[in-house]
């Protein structure tokens, strides 16, 4: 069944907003928006870019070490380069409206979607790394046609696949505006539009009920719009629902006897729980909500953990120390089981289904060699999985922007 086009906060200006020059496309007016509360303001002052997922002095970091042959990165690089989503004959797939149902069926324009997405932030990463202009006009290319194209994404799965293709968009846009001067005004605005007009209503506000990865993967996209955007008020509310469900997906023993329920969800009780964590009724630190649904759409929660809380990091809001311990031992949890470790019968009935996927650099970079964290399963699973690729969702070469990189 086709689903009708969610509506938030931003609403009367997706609907409303006409958008002349680039100066208006990137920073909407605050009075069409819901200002948050003053306890809730975290935007910067001024936003950087590039700032999502990577920065300019993490690139430039890249870029260096692939230039002087070393490893990891140069085989990543390699690796990226020799994938078709590199490929410089690409040719774009954009279609007006989405229909995503669940597990993508129907799939009309999904694959295609998400797979351009993550062309465009392919191409991007190459043309920095490498100087040739031609992935950079490949990207501009891609984000271009799809621009002038998309209206709507509807069905079942539509916020899961805007916040999945809206994760990856932004990356390229950062990266390509503020390293390259070929993308027009009128480019980057029309972009700027697709991505407000779009992208946001449809995933700004949540999804409380559905499993966590859904929510968190919104907020991915969330934050990286408004970053591009410059908008303060979006930021805000992707950082604040960041907060309240993080608790909800992650487990420590200090939260009590159960973990805490999705805010506005109304499920509070042990029993409630229970059933939410997928019949799990023993809890450890490191958890997840969907440990014992499988480790795939485990690894996709996790990954949108540490992509958000890289991309405030970039932006001056460090919030790894709030979930430092939630991550670290989500992480170690299940890149222990990953890697072989008998799994307990109190685990998931003694069965787990594995498959973490490529979603454990960033984080791993960000606790262990930033700030001193030992990680001795993770990090074994992550130099086991080098260089990681992509899942072709929403992850993408995170070995070569993010293994070792100290900024």
Same mark, same amino acid.
């Given at each position: 069944m086709v689903r009708p086009?969610?509506?938030?906060?931003?609403?009367?200006?997706?609907?409303?907003?006409?958008?002349?020059?680039?100066?208006?496309?990137?920073? %909407?007016? /605050? #009075? $069409? +928006? @819901? *200002? %948050?509360? /003053? #306890? $809730? +303001? @975290? *935007? %910067?002052? /001024?936003? $950087?870019?590039?700032?999502?997922?990577?920065?300019?002095?993490?690139?430039?970091?890249?870029?260096?070490?692939?230039?002087?042959?070393?490893?990891?990165?140069?085989?990543?690089?390699?690796?990226?380069?020799?994938?078709?989503l590199a490929s410089l004959s690409r040719t774009p797939k954009p279609r007006a409206v989405v229909e995503c149902g669940p597990y993508s069926n129907p799939n009309n324009g999904c694959t295609?979607?998400?797979?351009?997405?993550?062309?465009?932030?392919?191409?991007?990463?190459?043309?920095?790394?490498s100087g040739d202009s031609r992935y950079a006009q490949k990207a501009i290319q891609i984000m271009d046609a799809w621009s002038a194209v998309i209206t709507d994404h509807t069905n079942s799965n539509a916020p899961l696949q805007t916040g999945w293709a809206g994760s990856s968009w932004p990356r390229a846009a950062e990266i390509v505006r503020y390293t390259y001067t070929g993308w027009s005004a009128a480019g980057v605005n029309r972009f700027a539009t697709m991505l407000r007009d779009v992208y946001l209503p449809e995933i700004i506000n949540g999804s409380a009920r559905t499993n966590g990865n859904w929510e968190l993967t919104m907020m991915d996209a969330t934050i990286g719009i408004a970053v591009f955007l410059q908008d303060k008020a979006a930021y805000d509310k992707a950082v604040s629902t960041f907060r309240a469900r993080v608790p909800a997906y992650i487990y420590l023993t200090s939260d009590g006897a159960y973990p805490k329920g999705p805010t506005g969800s109304g499920i509070d009780t042990r029993a409630e729980v229970v059933?939410?964590?997928?019949?799990?009724?023993?809890?450890?630190?490191?958890?997840?909500?969907?440990?014992?649904?499988?480790?795939?759409?485990?690894?996709?929660?996790?990954?949108?953990?540490?992509?958000?809380?890289?991309?405030?990091?970039?932006?001056?809001?460090?919030l790894y120390p709030e979930i430092a311990d939630r991550l670290r031992h989500a992480l170690?949890?299940?890149?222990?089981?990953?890697?072989?470790?008998?799994?307990?019968?109190?685990?998931?009935?003694?069965?787990?289904?594995?498959?973490?996927?490529?979603?454990?650099?960033?984080?791993?970079?960000?606790?262990?060699?930033?700030?001193?964290?030992a990680m001795s399963n993770t990090q074994a699973l992550t130099e086991q999985q080098r260089p990681a690729g992509t899942n072709n969702l929403f992850v993408a070469w995170e070995t070569l922007t993010h293994a070792g990189n100290p900024h």
């Open positions: 086009r969610r509506r938030g906060i931003l609403s009367s200006l997706a609907i409303a907003l006409a958008i002349p020059l680039i100066t208006v496309a990137l920073s %909407p007016p /605050a #009075a $069409a +928006r @819901t *200002a %948050p509360t /003053a #306890a $809730a +303001r @975290t *935007a %910067p002052a /001024a936003f $950087a870019h590039p700032g999502v997922l990577v920065s300019k002095a993490q690139l430039d970091f890249v870029r260096a070490k692939v230039n002087a042959g070393a490893q990891p990165w140069k085989g990543a690089y390699d690796q990226m380069i020799a994938s078709p295609d979607e998400r797979q351009d997405a993550l062309a465009a932030y392919t191409d991007a990463l190459a043309w920095y790394i059933d939410y964590w997928q019949g799990q009724d023993t809890f450890v630190d490191g958890l997840s909500q969907e440990t014992c649904r499988d480790f795939t759409h485990t690894g996709y929660g996790l990954a949108s953990i540490a992509h958000i809380a890289e991309t405030a990091r970039i932006q001056g809001q460090d170690g949890l299940h890149a222990r089981y990953q890697l072989g470790a008998a799994v307990p019968a109190w685990l998931c009935g003694g069965s787990l289904t594995l498959g973490l996927g490529p979603v454990t650099e960033v984080g791993f970079n960000a606790l262990h060699n930033r700030m001193g964290i």
